[in-house]
T-cell receptor, first 112, second 114 residues
Framework: DAKTTQPNSMESNEEEPVHLPCNHSTISGTDYIHWYRQLPSQGPEYVIHGLTSNVNNRMASLAIAEDRKSSTLILHRATLRDAAVYYCILRPTYSGNTPLVFGKGTRLSVIA | SQTIHQWPATLVQPVGSPLSLECTVEGTSNPNLYWYRQAAGRGLQLLFYSVGIGQISSEVPQNLSASRPQDRQFILSSKKLLLSDSGFYLC?????????????FGAGSRLTVL
């Protein structure tokens, strides 16, 4: 899998938007950008994914740079329950059975 | 809807004892199945994955083994546990054919080896 770079940690105030960056300068044209998050003492959960266009779902928004070399996961209003480790992962469109490889992610702290 | 079950949720085992962690998936057929481990304060490490009954791929040489005796059952085992086997073990599944390659994880099994 192509490499991604994320900050080790970030902090946000409750009720404010959070922008979690991810750099992936070696991304190929067929790589999807996936985001997962891991709440304390739980398994990771899928958040969102995209290829070229920005994406929105009930959990978050994904903003993808025009050159696709970076992306940003946006939590519109952080809550205490959003405190987690957020992982940005690249996956080829036709990846067959190749498993997802998780990096270290960004640990998000939310302050009340 | 699909669900994934892992058990036991927690266990404390002495060094040298055997281990068996089970994972089952409901509501789907022929899923890809995965075992990950997360040591305390560390990232997720892929241990094994399986694309079908009896088919196991090992990612990291270690004291553990995996088996898939049935389509929706994945078992992680050890004959003799080491202290370094302590960690949070996570089973995950993926529907084959899904272009998004979305993984769904179980709740995990927390193993402490003393």
């Amino acid at each position: 899998d192509a490499k991604t770079t994320q900050p080790n940690s970030m902090e946000s105030n409750e009720e404010e938007p959070v922008h979690l960056p991810c750099n992936h300068s070696t991304i190929s044209g067929t790589d999807y950008i996936h985001w997962y998050r891991q709440l304390p003492s739980q398994g990771p959960e899928y958040v969102i994914h995209g290829l070229t266009s920005n994406v929105n779902n009930r959990m978050a928004s994904l903003a993808i740079a025009e050159d696709r070399k970076s992306s940003t996961l946006i939590l519109h209003r952080a809550t205490l329950r959003d405190a987690a480790v957020y992982y940005c992962i690249l996956r080829p469109t036709y990846s067959g059975n190749t498993p997802l490889v998780f990096g270290k992610g960004t640990r998000l702290s939310v302050i009340a | 809807s699909q669900t994934i079950h892992q058990w036991p949720a927690t266990l404390v085992q002495p060094v040298g004892s055997p281990l068996s962690l089970e994972c089952t998936v409901e509501g789907t057929s022929n899923p890809n199945l995965y075992w990950y481990r997360q040591a305390a304060g560390r990232g997720l490490q892929l241990l094994f994955y399986s694309v079908g009954i009896g088919q196991i791929s090992s990612e990291v040489p270690q004291n553990l083994s995996a088996s898939r005796p049935q389509d929706r059952q994945f078992i992680l085992s050890s004959k003799k546990l080491l202290l370094s086997d302590s960690g949070f073990y996570l089973c995950a599944w993926r529907f084959v054919g899904s272009g998004a390659n979305v993984l769904t994880f179980g709740a995990g099994s927390r193993l402490t080896v003393l």
